[in-house]
């Protein structure tokens, strides 16, 4: 199951699937030494500690509970930022070249 | 800073009470004949670019008739100008000039000044630069003491300093405290009219103005039109576009992100961002002369969060014909520079993961910086990358990381020509 929320520029996928298998907690970890501490462990899965509604104020987008998930725990964040009309200017580019 | 067109820079002097020529913004060369019958006079056809001396360069043209007008700014559409494309001009009334001033107040940034500067001339319609040098004797100054503010008889003084008529004082006294007015209201930096005429009818007319704004201040001008506020001699490229919409709404922290050549046609450009402003320049000095170039200046700083870092990254590397990628940070930062080292990991995984041996090179000092380090370090350890990451030991050694820089990128091109 994909638990998801957003924050200030973008939107937080946690694949809970892969979360029942982790042993680490490193997204917790990560959240509490580079982001704002609002991540917790409930029922093997990491959720966010503090309410939804509250995720695009206090989530600094700091990044890091992807990366030391990937690294140290089992990939299972990923975190969508997306940037307007980029993906269609490198598109262009790709026409262009050709 | 912002610097407005000819003609958004006159809607603000209108606005003040100046009289500007009749005239309309065109865009094809059916709307410049359509805007010539209805001025129905003869008419000028002035190219809307950011350039000096556009008259010299045929981005001024005179017309007779509506079906002239249109033909000779057939010419005008889509051509270039010192690089620039020319998409909309400006068609206004030819006005019968007596006499041509110039006018225009500036901010002095001196330590010892600070304050706006009034200039004005009786040779106007050339540049004031060349009046200085030829002419000094035709040029009057006056720093505003801003708290005493500028007065009517400050203007007068000016331009009696200059011998102007006396039945001239009036009018043109009023045409600079008018400008100072436009000029305190929108927070200008430069605010410059060139020509200021005395029409054959006795008349004081604004031919010619450009106004550059404060970017900071633009949050208070919601009347004034812009692309993006930042000081660019060029129209905006859509890779700047699109860097600005990652900074319009997000205060945390700076990013920008300036296209230093638009179409890379040469060996040697490299991405470029700098960590803060100074330090940044000397990373661009030392790969100039290592025989690199910049594609970009970009900047983070002042703490940004790492999704704007990620986002700054993806745009540099978006510029194609770039050889490298150097993050320059060649300063003691008080940031968490963790942020920086988080945001680049993920956009070179997600961008360089299929770019075999490109060079990157890091140089990241400061608060966190060894945590930062091995988050680069760790993080790009399986993408086939040259890189290499450096910290505070070489943060004054400009040379030797500009020259591992030159050598990565040689490397490369061996690379991809063996390939």
């Not at chain 1, 580079?34 to 959720?47: E, F, Q, S, T």
């Not at chain 2, 200046?297 to 745009?315: F, H, M, Q, W």
């Not at chain 2, 590397?317 to 300063?331: K, N, R, T």
Request: hydrophobic fraction near 35%; include cysteine.
């Amino acid at each position: 199951m994909m638990y998801e929320f957003i924050t200030r520029t973008g939107k937080i996928f946690i694949d809970h699937d892969k979360c029942e298998n982790c042993k680490s907690n490193i997204c917790v970890d990560s959240c509490r030494t580079y982001g704002r501490d609002i991540l917790k462990i409930d029922n093997k899965r990491a959720v966010l500690a503090i309410d939804l509604s509250e995720s695009s104020r206090l989530c600094n987008e700091c990044l890091a509970c992807e990366e030391k998930c990937r690294l140290y725990g089992q990939d299972a964040i990923m975190i969508q930022l997306p940037i307007p009309n980029l993906v269609s200017f490198r598109k262009n580019l790709e026409n262009r070249c050709l | 800073m912002v610097k407005l067109d000819e003609y958004q820079s006159k809607r603000l002097i209108e606005k003040a009470g100046f009289l500007i020529p009749n005239g309309y913004i065109a865009f094809t060369p059916e709307d410049v004949e359509e805007i010539s019958e209805k001025i129905g006079a003869k008419v000028v056809i002035k190219a809307q670019i950011m350039i000096s001396s556009r008259f010299k360069e045929g981005g001024i043209i005179f017309a007779n008739n509506p079906i002239e007008a249109k033909e000779l700014s057939k010419k005008l559409f889509y051509s270039e100008i010192k690089r620039q494309r020319i998409k909309k001009v400006l068609v206004e009334e030819k006005i019968d000039i007596d006499k041509e001033y110039y006018l225009g107040i500036i901010i002095n940034d001196s330590y010892k000044i600070r304050s706006p500067v009034i200039i004005f001339s009786t040779e106007g319609g050339v540049d004031i630069e060349i009046v200085s040098s030829r002419n000094p004797e035709k040029i009057s100054t006056m720093t505003v003491d801003i708290c005493h503010g500028f007065k009517q008889y400050d203007a007068y003084n000016l331009l009696l300093d200059l011998g102007i008529p006396s039945h001239l004082l009036r009018s043109l006294g009023d045409a600079i405290c008018k400008l100072y007015e436009v000029f305190k209201r929108y927070d200008a930096r430069i605010a410059e009219i060139n020509p200021l005429v005395l029409t054959k009818h006795g008349k004081i007319c604004a031919v010619d103005c450009r106004i550059t704004i404060d970017d900071s201040s633009l949050i208070n001008h919601p009347d004034v039109e812009y692309d993006i506020p930042r000081d660019i001699d060029r129209p905006t490229t859509e890779l700047e576009k699109i860097a600005w919409s990652i900074e319009e709404n997000d205060y945390r922290g700076i990013s920008f992100f300036n296209q230093m050549v638009l179409e890379i046609t040469d060996e040697g450009y490299v991405g470029y961002h700098g960590i803060g402003g100074g330090g940044a320049i000397l990373g661009v000095d030392a790969l100039n002369r290592h025989g690199l170039k910049i594609a970009d200046y970009a900047e983070t700083s002042g703490n940004p969060p790492a999704s704007k870092v990620y986002r700054l990254a993806k745009i540099i590397l978006s510029q194609p014909g770039i050889e490298g990628y150097f993050l320059s940070g060649f300063a003691i930062a008080n940031q968490e520079q963790w942020h920086h080292a988080f945001g680049l990991v993920k956009a070179f995984r997600e961008d360089l993961k299929n770019k075999r041996g490109f060079p990157v090179v890091i140089v990241i000092a400061g608060n966190k910086e060894k945590e930062s380090i091995e988050i680069l370090k760790d993080g790009l350890k399986d993408i086939p990358i040259r890189l290499e990451v450096y910290g505070r030991k070489h943060v004054y050694d400009t040379d030797f990381i500009a020259s591992r820089m030159s050598l990565l990128i040689e490397e490369y091109r061996k690379e991809i020509r063996k390939r």
